[in-house]
């Protein structure tokens, strides 16, 4: 299981310190939407020049004019681009095909998808679904049950990941689960006193 | 009616110059989607000293995080901010508490929202409710029926606005129907040989 990093609403300078930090030690670094809106495509540029073996994953959160959208992510650097499964169809085939054409990837947010629009976008077997829980919601999911139920649903789709409220304990039990591609973990490593060494926690936890 | 212009997928320095233009001529200027992540807070503040009688909408496209980003937005100076309907119930009374406290506007884009969700997301009277047609879809709605249909399912709802494919007809046919707040216009205006003279079609259009 790899473990994605969410950096996320502090300055642009800070989220660039930490991923210099982060590089190398996580298999992908996220640039989070908060930081999208604040520094725009010179914030997409600093965090790819910040990166050099980690993924880089700009959490555009798509939900309209895909085709701009993903070309200008990809464009400045991105190895993965997120696009909302709240958006319309539409919007998630045109995201597919910038993504295929710039062999890239593309994570598709499941947050607030309910289960027929979750049926509707499981045709795209190449993406990644995040199964996300909004961080607005103060109720709280549990990780591995998430997982299971999703997995269950859609047998077919192969590579899931995992938002919301990961702590150390949660990551453990979804390497042990064996059905994830990707722990997303946010406050947990980048508000602890020490985010590297948080994040080589989560590294040993889920590949012990 | 208010007519609204959305500038979208264009050079930052080319979204002022027409927003300049624009300014007291029309009365909202939407600084689009496309220019939030390609330019972010830069651009916000670049957008508002460019207009001083026309009001700027930013349009955030919040699905999360709804303190923190229309923290941001109004303080660049927004007078409205876009959230989406697809956001969580929780989400959207985060804006729309940071909407009150700031004194400005909130509109809730409803694209891609199912009845059910539309039926959630109806509490809240002072917002405008923003029917919203994907610009990745090749369909196109039809503009009066769209907006006669919510009116009758919501009539609570007073503030509604329109997007997607207005043309100079469509906004007249709005007008003369009387139950739409704002008529917001992209590609019909901005692309048009001269968007300034173009936008005042559409104000004498909707006005007369």
Redesign the interface.
């Given at each position: 299981m790899k473990l994605q990093v969410a950096i996320?609403?502090v300055p642009l300078a800070d989220a660039v310190a930490l991923a210099k930090q982060l590089d190398g030690k996580v298999a992908i670094i996220e640039m989070g939407?908060?930081l999208?809106?604040?520094?725009?495509?010179?914030?997409f540029r600093a965090m790819r020049a910040a990166i050099h073996t980690s993924q880089l994953l700009i959490d555009?959160?798509t939900?309209?004019?895909?085709?701009?959208?993903f070309k200008?992510g990809f464009a400045a650097g991105a190895d993965i681009l997120t696009v909302?499964g709240?958006?319309?169809l539409?919007?998630l085939q045109?995201t597919a095909a910038a993504t295929e054409t710039a062999k890239k990837e593309m994570m598709i947010d499941l947050?607030?998808v309910d289960a027929a629009k979750q049926q509707a976008v499981s045709i795209f077997p190449d993406a990644i679904y995040a199964l996300h829980h909004?961080?607005?919601?103060?109720d709280h999911l549990d990780p591995t049950a998430t997982v299971a139920d999703f997995h269950n649903a859609f047998p077919q789709l192969k590579r899931l990941a995992i938002a919301g409220g990961i702590d150390l304990a949660g990551a453990t039990a979804l390497a042990a689960q064996g059905l994830t591609e990707i722990a997303i973990v946010g406050s947990a490593i980048t508000k602890a006193a020490d985010p590297v060494s948080t994040a080589q926690q989560f590294m040993e936890a889920i590949s012990a």
């Open positions: 996320d609403r939407t908060s999208v809106k604040d520094d725009g495509l010179a914030g555009l959160k939900i309209d004019e895909g085709g701009y959208e200008q909302m709240a958006a319309s539409a919007t045109t947050m607030e909004s961080t607005d919601r103060q």
